[in-house]
């Protein structure tokens, strides 16, 4: 298979040898909505400071799924946190959002999604959190796919920092199919051309699989040591054949970086200031 990127902040174009058809997808992440309703109430007190900072976020996310209509687009690919709480008036708005585009939008959890300030970031939340997010994503909010026009779409849940064994199994299982394969997922891998600007940015290498982001730092992000599973995807990936592109966000900068010379890891710029890639797939 052969590939070439060319890409700006806003735009990338990727050319893949054996595609039929063109898809173009509208990539957006990290536009940090904040709405909240009597149901869940007992959370107002911690969310209060954030619907003040964030108020009119969901009306700048209703801006790009009306541009993914205008633009006629394929696909809408969102990377997390997108919302900044699971609150359920922001799961209804979202998924009546996505219901009405009548294009796939494929959700991708971020580290925000499916945590309440003051919880916890552990996995064990995670998992309690989870079935709430069920009405944005087709079944399981760990790793599911979609296939359009010949390129299958991976969402890949690595918002606590690490990919657990049935994630590792599923990513390998859908990779040997040997289709053209795109991942979706939240935190980016760690690159070192990504690296400094993130620590620029952070202070701390926020990424998936860095060799060199001490213990306490990863104590303070809650990020904990790398698994062997984490570690393994990282190689799955650098190492696979099919795949073409990794769409992440997270760091609040827009950035490309190649992984290996075949694929380009992107990411996505803030979307609370508007930002968005228009990605094209086309036939090389
Ligand atoms: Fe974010
Ligand atoms: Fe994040």
């Known amino acids: 298979m052969r590939v070439t990127h060319a890409w700006t902040d806003d735009a990338a174009t990727i050319h893949l040898s054996g595609l039929q058809r ?21 959370h107002e007190d911690a969310c209060r400071d954030y619907c003040q900072r964030f108020a009119g976020n969901e009306r700048i996310l209703a801006e790009r799924f009306n ?11 969102l990377t997390g946190d997108i919302m900044h709480f699971p609150s359920r008036a922001l799961v209804d708005y979202l998924a009546r959002q996505m219901e009405q585009l009548q294009v796939p939008v494929l959700f991708t959890c ?53 990919v ?27 690159l070192p051309t990504l690296r400094a600007p993130t620590i620029d940015r952070w202070k701390a290498p926020i990424l998936i699989g860095d060799p060199d982001w001490d213990q306490e730092s990863r104590e303070r992000w ?11 995807y990282v190689q799955l990936l650098a190492g696979a054949e ?34 968005r890639r228009l990605v094209e797939f086309r036939p090389l």
């Open 110 to 162: 971020g580290n925000h999604d499916w945590r309440f300030p003051g919880l916890s970031d552990e996995e064990a939340v995670r998992e309690q959190w989870w079935p709430r997010l069920d009405p944005l994503h087709p079944g399981r909010a760990g790793c599911a796919a979609c296939e359009v026009n010949g390129i299958q779409f991976l969402q890949v849940d690595d918002s606590t920092y690490q």
């Open 222 to 232: 809650k990020a904990g040591a790398d698994r062997p599973t984490t570690l393994q």
């Open 22 to 42: 063109p898809v173009r997808m509208l990539h957006v992440t990290d536009v940090h909505c904040a709405l909240l309703d009597e149901r869940d109430a007992r």
């Open 67 to 77: 541009e993914a209509r205008e633009l006629g687009v394929d696909l809408v690919a």
């Open 164 to 190: 657990d064994d049935e994630q590792l199994a599923w990513v390998r299982e859908r990779l040997a199919t040997g289709r053209p394969t795109v991942v979706l997922s939240h935190i980016p891998l760690s």
């Open 242 to 275: 099919n795949l073409v592109a990794v769409f992440c966000g997270h760091v609040h900068f827009p950035h490309a970086d190649a992984v290996n010379p075949r694929v380009v890891q992107y990411v996505g710029g803030l979307g609370i200031e508007g930002a």
